[in-house]
Structures are given as C-alpha cells and as structure tokens.
C-alpha cells in the first residue's frame, strides 16, 4: 500500500511569491493534515481537510490556504511568502487517531 | 501554547544504553501518542497509550502515563544507531487536533 506522499520534494521562492505544494492521502483516508515545522522546532498546526472541506485552521494568516479534491488529495497555498515563511510541511493522512506523514516539502524563501 | 513539552531537549548517550524521553502536557486527554522524525522528514508513530492505561511495551518500546501529573514518559531499551531520532509526543486539544511538543534529539553513539 503506498503511503502519503508530497511534491515537491524542495522548493526555493523568493519573497512575495507564491508557493503551491501538493499532497496524496493513503488510498482510503478522507482527512487530510497539513503542518508547518520550522527548523529544530515542533510541528505547528496549519489546516485540517475532510471529505472536501475545511474542518478547522491553525493560528496562521489567511495567506496559508489550501483546499481538498474530489480524490482527497490536497493542495496548501502560501501567498505573498515571507521569509519566515522558510520551514518543512509535512501532510499527514488519518483514520484517526493515528497520523501518517508523507517525507514533507522544504520550502526555502529567498 | 504547547500542549505537549518535551524533556530533555537533546539527549547523547552510547549505543546499547537505554534512553528515556519525557512528556507534559496541561490538559486532560484522551491518549498520547509518540512519534519519531528522521533526519527532518515525516514523522513515524510510533506508539499509542490511552487514558485509562499506566504502562505499554512495543518491541523495545516502553510508554508510561501518568495521568495525575499529566506526564508520559518513553523508554527505548538496548539503543542502536538507528534510534538516532527526534521525538515527539502529541496530544489531542479541544478542537481534536494534535498538539505538538518541541521534540526530544536523541543521538546514539557508536
């Protein structure tokens, strides 16, 4: 079974940019996490999808956005980048309780 | 604010010894669950304790909870080179998602 996977794998903008970064679910799983981890910090909770919708939104600004397909896979959107913006996000798929994380996309702001 | 803090942050010790890795989080739960990351990578569970129970072995694994101090704690036994890891326990919030600690980095020496 294949497991949570995400692309890019790096992805280098420059301020004021626009990111786009994808994830697929494991085949079966209708919720959809995405997290942002700054370097040697903890995870921080961005966006949370299921069965297509929006469930619920961490403490970040509107320019973090993202959205469900039909397939449940998912797409996170970062506008206007900012510098700080520079960290992993990692996309997790859940049955719940338990997470499973896709390798994560390194996101580098210039 | 964090749900979940990590004690100690990094951690060295020898190949073969034993490593333990605490975790305290400030609100009631209904489990905790253990994760590990690689290298900045996807996160790894690893292991799963719920409220109602004190103590639970996964190979050489060993999770305790203590739900009067609000505290977990994780064991990993006769450590290997491999285990060179950060790791990260999660809680659920109000909001059923995942909280996040800073993380433990544990390097295992040859």
């Known amino acids: 079974e294949a497991g949570v996977t995400q692309s890019p794998t790096h992805l280098i903008k420059t301020r004021g940019q626009q990111a786009t970064l994808r994830c697929s679910p494991i085949?079966?799983?209708?919720?959809v996490y995405w997290y942002q981890q700054a370097l040697g910090l903890g995870l921080q909770f961005l966006l949370w999808?299921?069965?297509?919708?929006?469930?619920n939104r961490g403490n970040f600004p509107p320019r973090f956005s993202g959205r469900q397909f039909p397939n449940y896979s998912s797409e996170l959107n970062v506008n206007a980048l900012e510098l700080e913006d520079s960290a992993l996000y990692l996309c997790?798929?859940?049955?719940?309780?338990?997470?499973?994380f896709g390798p994560g996309t390194r996101l580098t702001v210039l | 604010s964090q749900q979940g803090e990590e004690d100690p942050q990094a951690l060295s010790i020898q190949e073969g010894e034993n490593a333990t890795m605490n975790c305290s989080y400030k609100t009631s739960i209904n489990n905790l669950q253990w994760y590990r990351q690689n290298s900045g990578r996807g996160l790894v569970h690893l292991i799963l304790i719920r409220s109602n129970e004190r103590e639970k072995h996964s190979g050489r694994l060993r999770v305790t909870l203590d739900t009067s101090k609000k505290s977990s704690s994780l064991l990993i036994t006769a450590s290997r080179a491999a285990d060179t890891a950060s790791y990260f326990c999660a809680t659920k919030d109000s909001n059923y998602q995942l909280i996040w600690g800073a993380g433990t980095k544990l390097i295992i020496k040859p």
């Open positions: 999808y299921d069965e297509g919708e929006e469930r």
């Open positions: 997790a798929s859940s049955p719940n309780p338990e997470q499973f």
């Open positions: 085949s079966g799983h209708t919720s």
